[in-house]
């Protein structure tokens, strides 16, 4: 069974650094290119980003280009997902998805809530 | 960047009518076009894929078509757990683009 596992909800102040996690299992984790989704309070759907782990290829969507960092570590399944220096409009919930080869995001993970407040 | 614009933004509606929902893509994105339901506080659920192809378990009453700029999803008769939001999404560029979001509400 194909599952994606996200670290679980974080409260930051401005200025710190965060990274967050999405195990995957169940499939061929380097095979598959991952992906990060941004979901604003209250707001729709947004690609940030996403990464080949077989190779490192990384994509970032123009507005989260220079913003965040996206990284895989093939050898434990696991994507990431980091801030340098977080800003109270980060809060918002973070998705990982699957990108099936017909290349629609076909499994995701549970989210993970990032509040950020000081 | 591709555009993906959806409409409408909000449908009123009732269990069993025939709901359509459309979406528009600034430009020609052949069939790499997938639609998503979302109820609140849930990950999104992958419904339609290339258009028109159907995920695995779900209801035979979604359906998806359309080609180029312009796509529909057509639930044919609204069930009570189909109130929610749903998005369209683009893969024709990496890593893609989402619309805006329809929600269904009941009427």
């Known amino acids: 069974e194909v599952q994606l596992v996200q670290s679980g909800a974080e409260v930051k102040k401005p200025g710190e650094s965060l990274k967050i996690s999405c195990k995957g299992s169940?499939?061929?984790?380097?095979?598959?290119?991952i992906g990060w989704v941004r979901q604003m309070p209250g707001k729709g759907l947004e690609w940030m980003g996403i990464i080949y782990p077989g190779d490192s290829d990384i994509r970032y969507s123009p507005s989260f280009q220079g913003q965040v960092t996206i990284s895989a570590d093939k050898s434990i399944s696991t994507a990431y997902l980091q801030w340098s220096s977080l800003k109270a409009s980060d809060t918002a919930i973070y998705y990982c998805a699957r990108r099936s080869p017909e290349g629609a995001p076909d499994y995701w993970g549970q989210g993970t809530p990032v509040t950020v407040s000081s | 960047d591709i555009q993906m614009t959806q409409s409408p933004s909000l449908l009123s509606t009732s269990v069993g009518d025939r709901v359509t929902i459309t979406c528009r893509a600034s430009q020609s994105i052949s069939r790499y076009l997938n639609w998503y339901q979302q109820k609140p506080g849930k990950a999104p659920k992958l419904l339609i894929y290339v258009a028109s192809s159907l995920q695995s378990g779900v209801p035979s009453r979604f359906s998806g078509s359309g080609s180029g700029t312009d796509f529909t999803l057509t639930i044919s008769s609204l069930q009570p757990e189909d109130f929610a939001t749903y998005y369209c999404q683009q893969s024709f560029s990496t890593p893609g683009t989402f619309g805006q979001g329809t929600k269904l509400e009941i009427k």
């Open positions: 169940g499939y061929s984790f380097a095979n598959y290119w």
